[in-house]
């Protein structure tokens, strides 16, 4: 009797294992579409009801009580998940350099002549009509309309290179700019999944391990671990529970049911206001160049700084890709880049035509006689420079004087009347021949001047050719030409490193389906296994049962 109810509790047992092995099995087919979804598989073991056994076989047959679930087996690869997740969050890196170059590009996208290309040309065509009409008031006027047009574009293309900035990282001062930005949206998304982590974590701690739930919920941790990994390059350390410690950058982010440290986002100007800086100036890194960061993330927890300034911290994923947008030390060129070079542009063009404008000996036509130079002397009688102490072109008011590329315009001295009179037109490497009836141009200097290099120098047409030290021993067209050339083969070495990079995630991805993804076929072999097994189980279940039934009935 005691056998025949020992064995109706293993057939029992057996029905009870066989029916769950079964589900796991319906679980499986009904997730094989399911994003993230691991497969996963029953390990059965035998189960011993006794103690020590020993050599008696009569308790080694009662201690044996038939078959049990040891658990529920996630297919899983943690190597190829977090070497992933790494190169994961290098794709997002280079698809964000990829947009950031892609705007940038819109920019330099000078079609029909109406860019900075453009208006240097059509600033130098002017320049040359000057030089074979240096009396003309036309040509002067034409001129000057050419230059005030060339500032404006100029002024634009700052002003959208600035926009570009401000899209990506606010523009440095303001808090409303900040909370407009790319980087402030992915900030708070970030966040956001570093609580849906810490949740995870906290049901991880309280599952049983090797069950249903306990695996469902490590496919969800690793859904939200693959979410992170797009922003910032992570490590993780698991517990027994499969709850992760987080780390990006070194710095620990989550730990099991606690998020550690948040990432918090503040303009350059309020991180100097807080540690007693004056921003921009005192805005520099570790060797004291200016830091082109427009914003500062900072570790924080429970509202407190944790880590301060981990920009540096931030190399990959969308983040990296977005905080270093403008890093003038980083390779190939960036929103940051370009508008140093227009500013490098601007800043030349001025010093150029302002200082062959107001140097000694170069004088402008008298506005009273057109056909004369104006000239003054000293006290003496003799001739001084002329008085030709103008500047062509300006910083705008309010803007600090220091002329860029978003505040150089033409001297407001030009547009009033008989200023066009005011740019010079003649000039006298000797004095001793001074003719105040050689209403020439600056420009017939020659070759009469010229630098260490041989090149010639001084004249307004000259600057054309000239080559400057601050535009790496280019012209300004050449220059700026290199600057298009850098943003076109910018982006064709980002597009590459996007398509090398997403082959790279896509093969990834496809061996963690390969190990991770239900087989149909797989899947009907357990099923008939397990049925097959059920049905056996029933079968001694029924068996059993009707002979407790006779047994019962023949003890009346």
């Not at 790319?182 to 570093?194: E, S």
């Not at 982010?253 to 503040?266: C, F, P, R």
């Amino acid at each position: 009797m005691v056998s025949l109810f020992s064995s109706m509790n293993i057939a029992s047992g057996a029905l009870k294992v066989n029916e769950s092995a079964i589900s796991v099995v319906s679980h499986n087919v009904a997730n094989m579409n399911t994003e993230g979804y691991s497969k996963q598989k029953v390990n059965l073991a035998t189960r011993n009801i006794a103690g020590t056994i020993g050599n008696n076989v009569d308790a080694q047959i009662r201690s044996n009580g038939g078959v049990m679930i040891a658990n529920v087996m996630r297919y899983n690869n943690d190597y190829l998940n977090n070497y992933y997740r790494s190169q994961l969050s290098d794709l997002n890196k280079y698809e964000q350099q990829l947009g950031n170059l892609g705007d940038l590009a819109k920019v330099f996208d000078d079609l029909e002549g109406e860019g900075i290309d453009g208006a240097l040309s059509s600033f130098y065509e002017a320049l040359n009509n000057l030089q074979e009409y240096p009396a003309s008031s036309t040509a002067r006027v034409n001129f000057i309309e050419s230059a005030k047009t060339l500032t404006s574009v100029l002024n634009s293309k700052s002003l959208q290179l600035d926009q570009l900035n401000a899209k990506a990282l606010g523009d440095g001062e303001t808090e409303d700019s900040l909370k407009n930005s790319q980087i402030y949206t992915k900030i708070t998304a970030f966040n956001d999944k570093l609580e849906e982590l810490a949740e995870v974590n906290k049901a991880l701690q309280v599952t049983q391990t090797g069950t249903l739930t306990a695996n469902n919920l490590l496919d969800r941790r690793d859904m939200i671990l693959n979410e992170i990994a797009e922003y910032v390059d992570i490590e993780t350390k698991e517990a027994p529970s499969g709850s992760v410690t987080l780390y990006a950058g070194g710095m620990e982010l989550v730990k099991g049911a606690s998020v550690t440290g948040k990432l918090n986002i503040q303009t350059a100007k309020q991180y100097c206001i807080e540690h007693g800086m004056s921003y921009p100036d005192d805005w520099v890194d570790d060797e004291g160049n200016p830091r082109s960061d427009l914003a500062v993330i900072n570790i924080v927890n429970n509202g407190s700084v944790v880590i301060s300034d981990v920009n540096k911290q931030i190399t990959s994923g969308s983040l990296g890709g977005l905080i270093h947008s403008g890093d003038l030390n980083a390779d190939g060129m960036n929103p940051g880049k370009a508008k140093d070079a227009l500013n490098k542009i601007a800043t030349e063009i001025a010093t150029m035509f302002n200082s062959y404008n107001k140097r000694s000996n170069a004088f402008y036509i008298d506005p009273n006689d057109t056909t004369k130079l104006y000239f003054k002397t000293d006290a003496d009688g003799n001739i001084t420079n002329g008085g030709n102490n103008i500047d062509i072109f300006t910083a705008k008011s309010g803007t600090g004087g220091i002329i860029d590329a978003s505040n150089i315009q033409v001297n407001s001295e030009l547009f009033a009347d008989d200023g066009c009179w005011k740019i010079a037109c003649a000039y006298f490497q000797d004095m001793e021949n001074f003719d105040a009836n050689a209403v020439g141009n600056a420009q017939n200097v020659g070759n009469s001047l010229v630098d260490t290099l041989g090149n010639p120098i001084g004249s307004f047409l000259g600057t054309r050719s000239e080559k400057r030290t601050n535009l790496n021993g280019q012209s300004l067209e050449d220059f700026y030409t290199g600057i298009v050339g850098q943003v076109a083969a910018g982006g064709n070495n980002a597009q590459n490193l996007v398509d090398t990079q997403s082959d790279i995630v896509d093969s990834l991805y496809a061996q963690i389906k390969s190990n991770n993804s239900v087989d149909l076929n797989e899947e009907l072999v357990d099923l008939v296994k397990y049925q097959t097994a059920y049905a056996a189980s029933a079968q001694v279940f029924n068996v059993v049962n009707t002979c407790l039934d006779t047994l019962m009935t023949l003890g009346r």
